[in-house]
């Protein structure tokens, strides 16, 4: 059974840091190129269906090569463990923003998404 979870989500005030986990477990973590993604609050009403998540971060299979949006470039980094099959994302200089629900994204052929974790930034 695949699984991803997400941890690590919650409340920061404007400048702080929150490092996520993506736990995978039921597929070769290693072969897969992994990508956090988020979603806004009212975003969904505001792109076209399958556009209401904004890729954030990108890493490929081996970690060796990421991508990082330009809205989060310099603040955010994306980093693997394929030994423990955790995928990770590290925020810091947190913006209002930011606030959205965060998932990680699994692909190699097919794909999985993870269920989400809340992210919310305000003081």
């Known amino acids: 059974q695949v699984q991803l979870v997400e941890s690590g989500g919650g409340l920061v005030q404007p400048g702080g840091s929150l490092r996520l986990s993506c736990a995978a477990s039921?597929?070769?973590?290693?072969?897969?190129?992994m990508s956090w993604y988020r979603q806004a609050p009212g975003k969904e009403r505001d792109q076209a269906p399958g556009?209401?998540?904004?890729?954030?971060?990108?890493?490929?299979?081996?970690?060796?090569?990421?991508n990082i949006a330009d809205s989060v470039k310099g603040r955010f980094t994306i980093s693997r463990d394929n030994a423990k099959n955790i995928l990770y994302l590290q925020m810091n200089s947190l913006k209002p923003e930011d606030t959205a629900v965060y998932y990680c994204?699994?692909?190699?052929?097919?794909?999985?998404w993870g269920q989400g974790t809340q992210v919310t930034v305000s003081s």
């Open positions: 039921g597929f070769t973590f290693s072969r897969y190129a």
């Open positions: 994204y699994a692909r190699y052929g097919t794909s999985y």
């Open positions: 556009k209401e998540r904004e890729l954030v971060a990108t890493i490929t299979s081996t970690g060796g090569s990421t």
